[in-house]
């Protein structure tokens, strides 16, 4: 039965699709065709204008303001709808949390020199990380910080704030490109200092941020991004 | 929601849905509040469970910001658009937690039943309704209550014929030519109020 030439069955199946009456086999079946064909498609979106109307007699009610702030973190967009892939430290200038932040930042910047200096090698010089990223959550606290060495090849992340975390969860950390998919550099203990390799090109020319994202025990199940919400994020910087 | 923008200000949420496509965030966050409310309803309303309509809400809203580019203005308005992304959101989240959810079908449904009859009734207290809503509402009022009620549980619940059937005490057969009776109905019915 050729449905493109029968009015009466195209009718039949799209507002049985849209109605969701339309189930397994002859579902999927319809949505191939309908990725095919224009007259289909016309036809589902004339049903679903008939039908979704059916939507507002449900009434209106207020989501909490959370779901707008997991919106903007899971698409990295900030508090007010800026998209920051600006320098957090650009973007903060001037507010409080800004000089919060950078008393934190000094503080843990001398907490990494000592450890560097600690934990360093006699024979070699002491030399400062290449680059960090201070991660604050949604509220700009400063949580994590991350430091990374290019000369040693290795990326250190120190949590500042101690996390409760759910014994099933873990925290996973994302480097996230300018271009390309978000990819993860593994997890996080989760209170203390994690040891990564600093990964060849993670520097800030193709880097825009570092992300920490909540993820079930074992990591995100998808490679190329967080599964979880993005808990923690901040821009990667030169210093 | 902001009581100066209607649902029918279509114009303003096309205009908002391009800039989307664009990756502009002061529109997003503007379409965000002006349909945020009337989809998180919707959504509660399949759902039940607050932390579940949040959480449909929430990725219904990436789709959203992730699919604007996709966004057919001639074929769709932006209302509509959305409330088909948001349904299937939320079936997809049903789908997935499978029998948490309780449906309460004759509490639910009977306030969705009595907000389309008395839209009906009393057309000038449901001033939040867009045309669209309003013109269905009239519609509806040709149908048998049982259609009625069986078109509802198909749409907010994703309910199957057989569903329906075991919900309605009805034989399967007749559920299958009452709801296509119905959407019948229902079509020429709208097409005929477009045309007035």
């Known amino acids: ?239 | 929601m902001d009581p100066t923008l209607s649902i029918d200000d279509s114009q303003q949420l096309k205009t908002w849905l391009v800039a989307v496509a664009k990756k502009d965030t002061q529109a997003f966050r503007s379409l965000y509040d002006a349909t945020a409310p009337k989809l998180f309803g919707f959504l509660l309303r399949i759902l039940i469970k607050r932390e579940l309509a949040e959480e449909a809400l929430q990725e219904s809203f990436i789709n959203i910001w992730n699919n604007a580019l996709s966004y057919q203005p001639h074929l769709a308005a932006p209302m509509t658009w959305m409330t088909t992304i948001a349904r299937n959101k939320a079936f997809d989240l049903l789908r997935k937690i499978d029998d948490v959810v309780e449906i309460d079908t004759d509490n639910f449904d009977k306030d969705v039943m009595n907000a389309l009859e008395s839209t009906a009734q009393t057309p000038g207290e449901s001033l939040q309704l867009s045309q669209d809503a309003k013109a269905l509402s009239r519609c509806f009022t040709q149908l048998e209550g049982m259609q009625k009620q069986a078109i509802v549980m198909a749409y907010y619940h994703d309910a199957s014929h057989s569903e329906i059937a075991g919900q309605l005490h009805l034989p399967i057969g007749t559920v299958k030519t009452w709801i296509r009776r119905g959407l019948e109905r229902l079509r020429i019915c709208l097409n005929n109020s477009e045309r007035a």
């Not at chain 1, 039965?1 to 009456?21: C, D, P, W, Y």
Request: cysteine-free.
């Open chain 1, 1 to 239: 039965m050729n449905i493109q030439h029968n009015k009466i069955l195209r009718e039949k199946l799209s507002a049985a699709f849209v109605l969701g009456t339309l189930k397994g086999g002859a579902r999927r079946r319809f949505v191939s065709l309908v990725k095919q064909s224009a007259i289909l498609q016309a036809e589902v979106a004339e049903w679903e204008a008939r039908l979704n109307p059916l939507a507002e007699f449900a009434g209106s009610a207020a989501p909490s303001p959370q779901v707008w702030q997991h919106i903007a973190r899971r698409l990295s967009l900030d508090s007010t709808g800026q998209q920051s892939t600006k320098s957090s430290w650009l973007n903060l200038g001037g507010s409080l949390n800004f000089w919060r932040g950078l008393g934190v930042i000094s503080t843990a910047l001398a907490t990494v020199l000592v450890v560097v200096l600690l934990t360093r090698q006699p024979e070699t010089v002491a030399v400062m990380p290449s680059y960090m990223a201070m991660l604050v959550d949604d509220k700009a606290q400063p949580n994590i910080v991350i430091v990374g060495d290019a000369k040693r090849h290795s990326l250190t992340v120190k949590i500042l704030a101690s996390q409760t975390i759910a014994a099933d969860k873990s925290l996973e950390l994302w480097v996230i490109p300018k271009k390309g998919t978000p990819k993860s550099l593994g997890l996080l203990t989760k209170n203390g200092t994690t040891t990564f390799t600093l990964p060849a090109n993670a520097t800030p020319q193709n880097v825009a941020m570092l992300a920490v994202s909540l993820e079930r025990l074992h990591g995100s199940p998808n490679p190329d991004g967080p599964t979880g919400p993005v808990l923690f994020t901040g821009a990667w910087q030169q210093i």
